[in-house]
């Protein structure tokens, strides 16, 4: 069993990493996995056309994603918790080619969609509860003070797939042939290099199968007790839906709503917008690192960009302006970029080492739920206008940024005080 001694674990095997590049084999999978997930993203104007389906079954379709991915985290982290990060990565990459197998047959019908956006959920979820532990723990492996760098790399793992994924889709769909099929390839070769990543890396959780790892709670794993500390509750688990929420209304909403402006660059329009958000989120990452020794104001920075960049949307909805649809991508990206490192920095914070994955899985279900946040808003369109409702979202974002900013003081929790006791590896 570990000890409070930080992630620098014993190793499994003789290969020990010792650079920078420790954690690039998990990086890989978590691009792999975010690839995968947000492929689909700029071809949902393409199967809404050649499916003929409404705009509620596209957002449908593309929320499904989220009902596989809580599951898929809430198992995938604590799994790998118990019997190691390699186990559970290899057989979820060759899950995550499974799903994308099924999207190729959905081009004639809506049904192969639907499991394929329900398996890419489970793959992506375990991949990056499992693919956020590795690489605190790969990081800290590496020159003194690594681990500290964790949150930034996977977020930017994470936004690299999300970003690059849906621009090689969109582009593929847009001019290549076999638009329903050919766009999934490039992926297929990702998750195959991330697999031979895999196997070559170093475990830092060896398995341990004994009745003494599992806890107080029996064969399903150690509790969590961190989820009850009062600076998880009122301040993580507030912020994390918009961590992602923010990010769905660019890469999902918006590019349908300017879709008349358009013509018949639909696809590749909706694909830069994803990329945009997505690197908007890596280049917000200098700013995130500065604030990142004061909590309150990367969490004030973080909610004010969504705020903002929401407002930014609800004017490109109601004077329908693909250029403002850019602008606010690329706001809703930096404060998607923002929240998300300081989400995994909290959480990072207060995790023991042996329940880091758990706790990540527990933040990052909460964090995913916002990327169903389009279906409401579809659902809801013929209430008020796209506008009028992104109004709305904004106004719940502000709510979000009074509540938590007076509860994020340093001090107010006894996981941070902890932490800040503990070793970092």
């Known amino acids: 069993m570990v000890g409070m001694h930080g992630t620098a674990r014993v190793i499994s095997d003789s290969r020990r990493p010792a650079s920078h590049r420790a954690w690039w084999p998990a990086g890989l999978a978590v691009v792999a996995a975010g690839w995968g997930a947000q492929q689909f993203t700029p071809l949902l104007l393409m199967y809404q056309a050649r499916l003929h389906l409404s705009a509620t079954t596209v957002q449908a379709v593309f929320g499904l994603y989220v009902a596989g991915l809580i599951p898929g985290l809430l198992l995938g982290g604590p799994v790998s918790d118990r019997f190691g990060r390699r186990r559970v990565m290899v057989p979820v990459l060759g899950l995550s080619v499974v799903a ?54 996977l977020t930017v793992a994470m936004s690299a797939g999300f970003g690059l994924g849906p621009l090689v889709a969109g582009v593929l769909a847009q001019w290549a042939p076999a638009p329903a ?194 279906f409401p808003l579809a659902a809801a369109g013929h209430l008020a206008s796209p506008g009028v409702l992104l109004l709305v979202v904004a106004g719940l974002a502000a709510l979000t940024l009074a509540w938590t900013a007076p509860r994020a003081r340093p001090g107010t929790s006894a996981g941070r005080r902890r932490a800040g006791r503990r070793p970092r590896g």
């Open 100 to 153: 994308t197998a099924l999207l190729v047959l959905g081009g004639g019908s809506v049904g192969p969609l639907y499991a394929g956006r329900l398996l890419t959920g489970v793959a992506g979820g375990a991949a990056f509860s499992a693919g956020a532990a590795w690489i605190k723990e790969l990081s800290a492996l590496g020159p003194s003070g690594g681990a500290g760098h964790a949150p930034r790399r």
């Open 181 to 374: 099929a050919l766009p999934y390839v490039p992926h297929l070769a990702l998750a195959a290099a991330a697999l031979v990543a895999v196997l070559r890396a170093a475990e830092t959780r060896p398995g341990d199968r004994s009745p003494a790892s599992r806890g107080p709670s029996g064969p399903r794993g150690p509790r969590l007790p961190e989820l009850r500390e009062r600076r998880f509750r009122l301040v993580v688990v507030p912020l994390a839906p918009w961590v992602f929420g923010s990010a769905s209304v660019a890469l999902a909403y918006l590019p349908e709503v300017v879709r008349p402006r358009l013509g018949g660059h639909a696809l590749v329009f909706s694909a830069v917008v994803i990329l945009l958000t997505a690197f908007a989120g890596i280049l917000a990452q200098p700013l995130a690192r500065r604030m990142d020794g004061a909590p309150v104001r990367l969490l004030a920075t973080s909610l004010s960009l969504v705020v903002g960049g929401l407002l930014v949307a609800a004017l490109a909805a109601a004077v329908v302006r693909p250029s403002l649809v850019v602008v606010a991508a690329l706001v809703l990206g930096a404060g998607y970029g923002c929240c998300q490192v300081y989400g995994l920095s909290e959480v990072q914070r207060m995790a023991r080492p042996e329940h880091l994955a758990g706790l990540t899985a527990a933040y990052q279900a909460v964090s995913y739920i916002g990327l169903a946040l389009p």
